[in-house]
């Protein structure tokens, strides 16, 4: 069974990073949904992506503690700077061209060479990131079932698979992040996943 310890614990970061470090999968609060987290080795996504059930072909997104760390994996496009003035740090997921000089495991662009990249607005995932990296995410659920917005419904689905929960109650949104891809600066950004952001106001951000 997984622990489950305050995300507010003086020590919670660092046994966190640990637990990361290890190759281990731990779940964490976002301001969306709660997040299983590794850190981007090949190892660790299949760890993940077992867990989740998912298919390698969709991807798994990146949590960054910055614009800086957006910039050293992937090429940011008008557009892309556009929608992440407006919307970042929150609950928007930009699909962006990884850069050449990059290699990252397949698992995380499912194959693809584009990175989906999100700045979330909670300190936990921001924290981590900003010790460790950018971090490996995907909402804390086996695939097709409804998604984790408090600890305890973490443990109940994932509670075998999961070394370590970072609890810090009932999540913000509730509401996984809107995901757009603005990969290629000839074309226009096309949304994959409509969620916290409206396609509305993603429109009004981009006049």
Same mark, same amino acid.
């Given at each position: 069974?997984?622990?489950?310890? #305050?995300?507010? @614990?003086?020590?919670?970061?660092? !046994? ?26 090949? @190892?660790? %996504?299949?760890?993940? %992506? ?6 390698? !072909?969709?991807?798994?997104? +990146? ?9 050293? +994996? ?30 990252? #495991? ?6 693809? #060479? ?19 990296? #950018? ?51 000839? @074309? ?17 951000? +981009?006049?």
């Amino acid at each position: 069974m997984s622990r489950v310890i #305050p995300a507010a @614990a003086g020590d919670a970061l660092d !046994e966190a990073a640990a637990a990361l470090r290890r190759g281990d999968l731990i779940a964490i609060p976002t301001e969306t949904v709660y997040g299983l987290a590794v850190l981007p080795n090949a @190892a660790a %996504l299949d760890r993940l %992506l077992a867990a989740k059930q998912r298919s390698s !072909e969709k991807g798994i997104q +990146l949590l960054v503690d910055s614009i800086a760390q957006v910039d050293e +994996l992937a090429l940011m496009t008008r557009s892309a700077g556009a929608l992440a003035d407006r919307f970042w740090p929150g609950g928007l997921t930009i699909v962006l061209r990884r850069r050449d000089d990059i290699v990252v #495991p397949d698992a995380l662009g499912g194959g693809r #060479p584009t990175l989906g990249l999100r700045l979330p607005d909670h300190d936990v995932p921001r924290a981590l990131a900003r010790l460790l990296g #950018p971090l490996a995410a995907s909402s804390a659920n086996v695939s097709g079932e409804p998604d984790a917005t408090t600890a305890q419904r973490v443990a109940a689905s994932l509670g075998s698979e999961v070394e370590l929960i970072l609890d810090d109650g009932p999540v913000r949104g509730g509401t996984p992040s809107t995901v757009v891809d603005c990969s290629d600066p000839d @074309a226009p950004p096309r949304i994959l996943r409509e969620g916290a952001i409206s396609a509305a106001d993603i429109a009004e951000a +981009l006049r």
